[in-house]
């Protein structure tokens, strides 16, 4: 047989004419509309807006609608989810249909050939249509002036991006479709299948951090699920570029791949399981128990939220969800309410999950209580979790390094053991919820290349004593505070304003006395000691080099030499809120509307004690009692400076105490 001849045999058995054309009869107005609704938010807005070059909006608009990264196109991101699955139900919707599916399957054509021949007309619904507005593009590019907002290589990339996304969603559509004997079932399925590594994974990292003390919640920035094909869109919208080659390769092999499974499962699927919620008996228990899971995970979210995360109120959650969430399934697939004959399952679950969670909480895996011994270390990083700070740390530009980091890396044998310490503790206290805490990471690289990682939430005052030989390294100091080995010549200006303060800020050029404020700022940040960090801070100070690079610093009032030196310039009234710039002060009970009470002062004593009482906003506690405060200056454009809170557990005297009690 020629090359010719088995072609031409190939066709005629994988493909026949007549169910193609069939199947195009009975749905072409998926195709037509799709073509219509594609026509009216490309071409033909195009054409409404090409004429009114003067408006960047318009000009905008235009560029931007064959990017699918741009915002504008969430029309066209609901379509390209959309269409292809409504595609794939509607052309395979025989087989979940008895009547339908034994007459379809009587006929003289082998099942290789009614699956190839459906999918070749579902194909040619959404392909043709993206085709014809391609063209169509093509056309105007050529003869208007929309040459001037995009070229042919735009057009091919939004037909080619948009084709890519459609066949990966129609694929895993089909795919799906195999599996169950109900249309409305596929469509549910098959967006859930799209949601449920990522659901899985926020789940189950979520519960485990209620679980085990330590967890890291934390992904890295390029994790698998950004790959996902809906996730990659969304991603796409946010600036993330979607179309590597990486992605497109993947995507085309994985359609490959779901279509040649899909049609296998279809050559064993029987008639009959049509209209039945799962088609294969064997997968029923993967359904039923994979439900329960999912419901298990979502109401143990939900009961730890609500909770407050106790181990008891952990465990009810889990039982009385996976409970709903396994007799819907059984109902579900048995099409019956009569399903109680089933309780065996879901005792026999329920008693597995007890177990799990009993060896959990007695963290029999030593997961909570692993820390490495200091000659295994050979740096440890503490600070948060992003692509920056630890994932991509020999890629980042040392100009970000310095200017952006808030993690730090220690590798001194001192500090290793320091983060030991500190690791021990954490491990064996937590933190109190009535001060200020933020989440924090600790991760290990070990010698052998392997990483431990964990997160906690970090108090500095109650965990001052294992923090503070940290604080007060001359290794964590060179980390936090570049200055420290930063030279004069490298500076170029310095910015100092008080932050709390309306009034301009003034600018130190002159090299002498950039020189003495330098000095006397390494100075006290050698000196300074793990109360003086932990504070906050009164000024702030911008250091620009001569690489115009800029570094912010606060500037803490025990920075006695600093604080001297601006005392006695000519700058500090200039710069600094005093009392005399106040004219009154608002606080508030920051109870909310049922129980919303303020307070006006205009004593000038109270005003000082409250500008040296006062935390700023973005420290703030979250203790419901708080003080609002708020400095309403005098003679200024601004009207109210908001400057932060008070907490309730501070010491007040008599005359702004008498004001406290007036707000309860």
Not at 147 to 172: C, M
Not at 454 to 461: A, G, S, T, V, W
């Amino acid at each position: 047989m020629s090359w010719g001849e088995w072609v031409m045999t190939f066709k005629t058995s994988l493909f026949n004419k007549g169910l193609i054309l069939s199947a195009i009869k009975r749905f072409w107005w998926v195709g037509a509309l799709y073509t219509l609704l594609l026509f009216f938010i490309l071409p033909l807005r195009h054409m409404m807006l090409k004429n009114n070059v003067t408006n960047e909006w318009s000009r905008n608009q235009i560029s931007n609608s064959l990017n699918l990264n741009s915002h504008q196109n969430g029309f066209q991101f609901l379509l390209i989810i959309i269409v292809p699955v409504v595609l794939a139900t509607l052309i395979f919707r025989y087989i979940q249909k008895s009547n339908t599916a034994s007459m379809i399957h009587s006929l003289p054509y082998t099942r290789k050939t009614l699956y190839a021949s459906h999918n070749a007309a579902g194909l040619l619904l959404f392909v043709l249509p993206i085709i014809f507005i391609t063209i169509i593009l093509m056309l105007l590019q050529i003869t208007t002036n929309l040459s001037d907002y995009y070229s042919f290589s735009h057009i091919v990339a939004w037909g080619g991006h948009t084709l890519l996304f459609h066949l990966l969603f129609f694929s895993i559509a089909v795919f799906v479709g195999m599996f169950t004997g109900n249309s409305i079932a596929q469509m549910v399925f098959t967006y859930i299948l799209h949601f449920l590594p990522a659901g899985l994974y926020v789940l189950t990292t979520h519960n485990l951090s209620q679980l085990l003390h330590g967890y890291n919640t934390s992904s890295f920035y390029n994790s698998l699920l950004d790959h996902l094909p809906i996730f990659t869109l969304l991603n796409a919208r946010g600036g993330v570029d979607y179309s590597t080659t990486l992605n497109i390769l993947g995507y085309i092999i994985a359609s490959i791949i779901f279509f040649v499974t899909a049609y296998y499962v279809y050559k064993i699927r029987k008639i009959e399981v049509a209209g039945d919620v799962i088609a294969f008996r064997k997968i029923r228990p993967v359904f039923k128990y994979g439900v329960t899971i999912c419901s298990m995970l979502l109401g143990g979210a939900y009961f730890t939220g609500i909770g407050g995360g106790s181990f008891s109120t952990i465990v009810f959650g889990y039982i009385f969800s996976s409970f709903l969430g396994y007799w819907i399934a059984e109902m579900l697939m048995e099409k019956s309410f009569k399903v109680w004959g089933a309780y065996k399952g879901y005792i026999a679950y329920t008693l597995i999950i007890l177990m799990v969670l009993i060896g959990i909480r007695m963290d029999v895996t030593g997961y909570v209580g692993r820390v490495p011994e200091s000659h295994e270390v050979e740096s440890v990083y503490l600070g948060p979790l992003h692509e920056w700070e630890w994932v991509r740390r020999g890629e980042m530009p040392h100009e970000y390094n310095r200017m952006h980091r808030s993690g730090y890396f220690f590798e001194t044998q001192e500090n290793i053991e320091n983060m030991i310490v500190l690791h021990k503790d954490l491990i064996q206290g937590s933190t109190p919820m009535d001060g200020i805490y933020r989440y924090q990471h600790i991760i290990y690289t070990l010698k052998n290349g392997k990483h431990l990682i964990r997160q906690y939430l970090i108090n500095d005052e109650a965990y001052a004593a294992s923090l503070t030989p940290i604080y007060e390294s001359l290794e964590y100091k060179q980390e936090r505070f570049p200055v420290i080995h930063q030279s004069n010549e490298d500076i170029k200006w310095i910015e100092i304003n008080d932050y709390r303060s309306p009034k301009k800020s003034v600018v130190l050029s002159d090299s002498d006395e950039l020189q003495e404020f330098i000095t006397l700022l390494q100075e006290d940040i050698h000196n300074a000691t793990f109360e003086t960090l932990a504070t906050d801070s009164s000024y702030m100070v911008t250091i620009m080099d001569a690489e115009e690079k800029r570094i912010d610093y606060g500037i803490r009032e025990s920075y006695t030499s600093v604080f001297q030196w601006i005392r006695e310039s000519d700058y500090y009234e200039e710069i600094t809120l005093l009392p005399e710039d106040v004219g009154y002060v608002i606080l508030d009970n920051m109870k909310g509307s049922h129980d919303y009470r303020t307070v006006e002062i205009r004593d000038k004593d109270v005003i000082k004690e409250l500008m040296d009482l006062t935390k700023p906003s973005y420290h703030h506690s979250y203790q419901p009692d708080s003080i609002s405060v708020r400095f309403h200056m005098k003679s200024n454009s601004r009207d109210s400076h908001h400057l932060g809170y008070l907490n309730s557990t501070s010491a007040v005297s008599g005359k702004l105490s008498y004001y406290l009690n007036q707000l309860q």
